[in-house]
């Protein structure tokens, strides 16, 4: 594996404050928008902050699915939420924090939860996304039983 990767997207903007995000290697595209607390802003439509969380979730979910497996850790579902915060501070708007949520259901949740704890925190500190980013990022993880 090479110690250097690029990821291209593209971007051709449509109407008004609409744009669609599309990338050579893949056949989905993703319509963006500003979100609809700005001037102009479009409901119901991904805007970057959505992609900023997603980007945040999907890659602690992908970081978490390698360490799992690595460790051994035994599970029926994971699930997580991403939630960022922004900001006005000196005039700019900023991420200023993004907490994760993951939520797993365990096998055995009485033998594997101190292991499924240690995964989630292996996962925050390896993350590439979060790590990249200058927004804190808080890791509130809940663990699902069986039976609940």
Excluded at 10 to 33: H, N, P, Q
Excluded at 91 to 105: G, R, S, Y
């Amino acid at each position: 594996m090479s110690n250097q990767h690029s990821y291209e997207v593209d971007l051709k903007w449509k109407e008004g404050r609409i744009g669609e995000l599309s990338a050579s290697s893949l056949s989905e595209t993703i319509e963006v928008a500003t979100p609809p607390e700005f001037p102009k802003g479009v409901p119901n439509i991904w805007s970057p902050e959505h992609l900023y969380a997603a980007a945040i979730n999907s890659c602690f979910m992908t970081t978490f699915l390698s360490i799992a497996e690595n460790s051994k850790l035994e599970f029926e579902s994971f699930e997580c939420k991403t939630i960022i915060k922004m900001e006005r501070i000196d005039k700019q708007f900023l991420i200023t924090e993004a907490t994760i949520k993951p939520l797993i259901q365990l096998v055995d949740a009485e033998k594997d939860s101190k292991r499924a704890m240690r995964v989630f925190e292996m996962t925050n500190k390896h993350c590439l996304v979060t790590n990249s980013m200058k927004t804190k990022v808080f890791l509130d993880p809940k663990i699902k039983n069986m039976i609940d």
